[in-house]
């Protein structure tokens, strides 16, 4: 016993002597222990790179094949996203399992959003949508939110990778090595951004640069690195050849005599008081996702879809008499706008600034991003004509910020959703005959002596239209189709149709001069409008470049009770709309809007999807735009 092993006892410890052939033995034994876990730590740490891969393809699979789909390099520089974001996460929290899980459940939330965005607004997720959140709260409640079937089978599969993290059990314990490492990654993720934001490395690394289709640019580029490069854009940098003095000259150049002077606040005496009764009341009808489908291809209709439009449309080609016997003008014809399917507020911001989103990020919200103190807007210079200028607005007075912002623009009044007494419904949404009501409450109610500048946003025909309703029954039929929310949405324009006329009628046989602006905000989302292009035998993924242009036209009327000088069937885009009213009304406009009455002349369109290429015009345009929300 005393050759192989001795024990002795000395001060309470156990000292244990082994024979050396033992002691290799041992060694061996942990030798191989060690290797084992460390063969083991190896597997655990690829499974989890390996998951965050699949992260990518699984947000992507939420909406299409990104195999087929997504280029190549884009696919590697997505995957190095992940990689780099998912090692940042691990290093920060020091555990793969609860690493993975993190990464899981953000890209999870990413898909369903971009998936849910994409579905509703027919364009994906972009940075700014963030500050839509409170806007997009007020009307969650009124779409459909089933998922398709191949949406429920990633999210089943991302709750089998959750469950799967349990056995990825590995955990960085030194702190010093996690903060390092950490610190390289979140660097490595910056570094990757800088790199696919920078516009000479698009065509090296096959990115697709062009913000003017975000669909295409988030199918072949993947969700997440598009997300990446928008980022940029979060803030807007300086034309390259801008300076503030230019624009203050340029500006001067087209200030045609003191009346001119841009937005300049003036107290009116009595001679100027006097002054405003020479001017119209202005009423604008922004309507709600209002427009003429026809001009998508055919559609044959139990009834006929917009009679009263189309019976403007007719008439603005001949002199009509009031009852006084005074000729009533009649201008129509197709608006540009520069979003489809949602968005509505950029279409309120080109209208009353008549700058464009030509020049800002596709999909960017102006209201939310960039105005944040008083603008240049039609509202201040009508007001400092001496105009009342009221916003109304059938619904929540946060949406878009309006409630902030259009004190901004100038209007003195905001009439939102509880400044309508026992409105109409239909749906969930206040009717547009309510609307109607109410600007004629308001003109019945103010002084002879006022002018009003009213400018309505509506809801009646807001999205989504899937859904069914007691309190109203959809009866436009298409002949063919079977599609239900292309109904209800027909149905419901053909209702605000009538509305419009009945407008028309109240103000054609007042005294007071009277301009009334009506127009649509932008077309309803792909899921109305896919089905006309299939009954016309157009397939929906390879549209041609007039047809995506055409679904971003809506038809305009400017009607008034008086003789002014119109222009039939004239084509134009938002932001020249006001310039022209004011022009017609023989309203004094500022330089700005010379300059854009003299920049419509060569280019009568100008949309974030429809730019000219650039010119010495449209480089002052650029120029004077950026003066204007950014310098000025």
């Not at 709750?159 to 702190?175: E, G, R, T």
């Not at 549209?543 to 679904?551: E, G, P, V």
Request: include cysteine; glycine fraction near 4%; charged fraction near 25%.
């Amino acid at each position: 016993m005393g050759e192989k092993l001795k024990i002795i006892f000395k001060n309470t410890n156990l000292f244990v002597f082994v024979s050396k052939k033992e002691k290799v033995s041992a060694k061996r034994a942990e030798s191989k222990s060690d290797f084992n876990l460390h063969i083991r730590n190896i597997i655990i740490f690829l499974a989890y790179l390996i998951s965050c891969a699949c992260c990518f393809y699984l947000i992507e699979f939420f909406v299409h094949n990104p195999f087929v789909e997504v280029r190549t390099i884009p696919q590697i520089l997505n995957i190095i996203l992940f990689e780099l974001l998912g090692l940042a996460i691990l290093f920060i929290v020091g555990s793969i399992k609860f690493a993975l899980r993190i990464m899981l459940s953000c890209s999870l939330v990413f898909g369903l959003i971009n998936y849910y965005v994409l579905k509703f607004r027919s364009t994906p997720f972009v940075p700014w949508d963030l500050w839509s959140i409170k806007t997009a709260k007020n009307v969650a409640s009124n779409y459909n939110y089933a998922l398709s079937t191949n949406a429920i089978i990633v999210i089943i599969c991302f709750f089998v990778f959750f469950l799967l993290s349990h056995f990825l059990d590995f955990k960085v314990k030194n702190i010093k090595i996690r903060l390092l490492a950490a610190v390289m990654t979140v660097l490595g993720v910056f570094m990757l951004a800088q790199m696919v934001q920078n516009d000479d490395n698009s065509y090296k690394l096959d990115l697709y640069p062009f913000l003017f289709t975000p669909d295409y640019m988030n199918r072949v580029n993947g969700a997440t690195i598009t997300f990446t490069m928008n980022l940029k854009y979060l803030k807007i940098d300086k034309p390259s050849d801008y300076s503030k003095q230019n624009v203050k000259n340029i500006l001067k150049e087209y200030q045609k005599n003191k009346t001119d002077n841009e937005f300049k606040k003036i107290k009116f005496e009595n001679k100027d008081k006097k002054r405003i009764k020479d001017y119209p009341n202005i009423i604008v009808v922004m309507d709600e996702a209002f427009s003429d489908l026809e001009i998508l291809g055919d559609i044959h209709t139990n009834e006929e879809l917009l009679p009263n439009l189309k019976k403007l449309q007719e008439s603005a080609s001949y002199n009509i008499k009031n009852a006084a016997g005074n000729n009533i003008k009649i201008q129509t014809g197709y608006l540009n706008v520069s979003v489809c399917g949602g968005n509505t507020a950029n279409t309120e911001f080109e209208f009353l600034t008549g700058n464009t989103m030509a020049f800002l990020p596709s999909g960017s919200i102006p209201y939310q991003q960039y105005i944040k103190k008083d603008l240049q807007a039609l509202p201040r210079q009508l007001r400092n004509l001496g105009y009342k200028c009221y916003a109304l607005h059938p619904y929540f007075k946060d949406g878009w910020e309006r409630q902030k912002v259009y004190p901004m623009l100038g209007f003195e009044k905001f009439y939102s959703l509880e400044n309508y007494e026992n409105p109409e419904y239909i749906r969930d949404y206040i009717s547009d005959r309510t609307v109607v009501n109410k600007i004629i409450e308001l003109y019945e109610k103010k002084d002879k002596n006022d002018r009003l500048f009213l400018f309505n946003v509506t809801m009646q025909n807001h999205g989504s239209y899937y859904e069914e309703f007691k309190n109203f029954t959809p009866s436009v039929k298409v002949v063919g189709s079977s599609n239900f929310s292309l109904k209800q949405y027909l149905s419901l324009i053909n209702k605000t149709d009538k509305d419009l006329d009945t407008l028309i009628r109240y103000f054609k046989n007042k005294s007071e001069k009277t301009i009334i602006v009506f127009f649509g905000d932008h077309q309803p989302s792909d899921s109305v409008v896919n089905t006309i292009f299939e009954l016309n035998g157009k397939d929906t993924s390879k549209l041609d470049l007039q047809t995506i242009k055409n679904r971003y036209k809506v038809p305009y009327v400017i009607w008034a009770n008086y003789d002014i000088k119109v222009q039939n069937n004239k084509e134009l885009s938002v932001n020249y709309l006001a310039t022209d009213v004011l022009k017609m009304a023989n309203i004094p406009t500022s330089p700005y809007q010379n300059f854009l009455f003299d920049l419509q002349k060569k280019h009568s369109v100008i949309t974030s999807i429809d730019k000219p290429k650039d010119d010495k015009m449209l480089k002052k345009y650029k120029n004077i735009q950026y003066y204007n929300l950014f310098d000025n």
